[in-house]
């Protein structure tokens, strides 16, 4: 089975002069929790390359298993060196596909026309879309074959408006993603923050925030071995 993880390219938190990017947990999750399964991951982002990892994912208090492992695995540092381009991908090369977070989505992956095709390709066809954190962000634009939000009727969840409060962001970001799910019909679910919270419906997983990184890739996987 091949899975496309697929991450962000923009580092630019705004117009704060501070960096963003990917969130480091919310890669090295599902990437372990795939890999271990013997899942084949394809790593990609809309410029290709090596795509910009938030600081702060960086942090002491920001680290786990996962990224520690990370730290001492060539081979997975290589593979996120060269990540393909998000528009040489095709729906029907993979099984499944997972967004992780961090607040780069927001602006470039969000408004992605090649994402949102692929996610909605992928979806169309019956296989599994995951996203977690601020990855269900990139969902605000597509749609189901019938022309309706992807999200519509769907039980979501994804990094809460107060969250975000907390982390003092949300007059910075270009949308908030509960908002966002919930303008688009989506049935939004939430835990307290900063706890692990993954919902699944049919096909479509989602993860509220970094804590819910690999519930939301074991999830993902329970589909891929139904």
């Given at each position: 089975?091949?899975?496309?993880?697929?991450?962000?390219?923009?580092?630019?938190?705004?117009?704060?002069?501070?960096?963003?990017?990917?969130?480091?947990?919310?890669?090295?999750?599902?990437?372990?929790?795939?890999?271990?399964?013997?899942?084949?991951?394809?790593?990609?982002?809309?410029?290709?390359?090596?795509?910009?990892?938030?600081?702060?994912?960086?942090?002491?208090?920001?680290?786990?298993?996962?990224?520690?492992?990370?730290?001492?695995?060539?081979?997975?540092?290589?593979a996120l060196a060269?990540?393909?381009?998000?528009?040489?991908?095709?729906?029907?090369?993979?099984?499944?596909?997972?967004?992780?977070?961090?607040?780069?989505?927001l602006w470039d992956?969000?408004?992605?026309?090649?994402?949102?095709?692929?996610?909605?390709?992928?979806?169309?066809?019956?296989?599994?879309?995951?996203?977690?954190?601020?990855?269900?962000?990139?969902?605000?634009?597509?749609?189901?074959?019938?022309?309706?939000?992807?999200?519509?009727?769907?039980?979501?969840?994804?990094?809460?408006?107060?969250?975000?409060?907390?982390?003092?962001?949300?007059?910075?970001?270009?949308?908030?993603?509960?908002?966002?799910?919930?303008?688009?019909?989506?049935?939004?679910?939430?835990?307290?923050?900063?706890?692990?919270?993954?919902?699944?419906?049919?096909?479509?997983?989602?993860?509220?925030?970094?804590?819910?990184?690999?519930?939301?890739?074991?999830?993902?996987?329970?589909?891929?071995?139904?």
């Open positions: 089975m091949k899975v496309a993880i697929i991450l962000t390219s923009h580092d630019r938190l705004g117009d704060t002069g501070d960096k963003t990017g990917f969130w480091l947990e919310e890669l090295v999750a599902p990437y372990y929790t795939l890999h271990d399964a013997g899942i084949e991951i394809t790593l990609a982002s809309p410029k290709g390359g090596q795509p910009p990892r938030d600081p702060k994912s960086d942090e002491a208090d920001a680290q786990t298993q996962d990224t520690e492992r990370f730290r001492t695995d060539r081979a997975a540092q290589q060269a990540t393909v381009r998000v528009d040489t991908l095709r729906a029907d090369e993979f099984d499944a596909l997972f967004y992780p977070g961090g607040h780069g989505p992956l969000a408004e992605d026309p090649h994402s949102i095709a692929l996610i909605e390709q992928t979806f169309a066809n019956g296989k599994p879309v995951a996203a977690v954190c601020h990855g269900p962000g990139v969902l605000r634009h597509a749609k189901k074959p019938d022309g309706t939000p992807l999200v519509a009727g769907k039980r979501v969840t994804g990094f809460t408006n107060s969250e975000e409060q907390a982390g003092r962001l949300t007059s910075v970001v270009p949308f908030s993603v509960e908002d966002e799910l919930r303008r688009h019909g989506g049935h939004f679910e939430r835990s307290e923050d900063w706890q692990s919270y993954s919902v699944t419906d049919g096909h479509l997983v989602t993860g509220q925030n970094p804590a819910s990184s690999t519930a939301t890739a074991q999830n993902l996987l329970k589909i891929l071995n139904r």
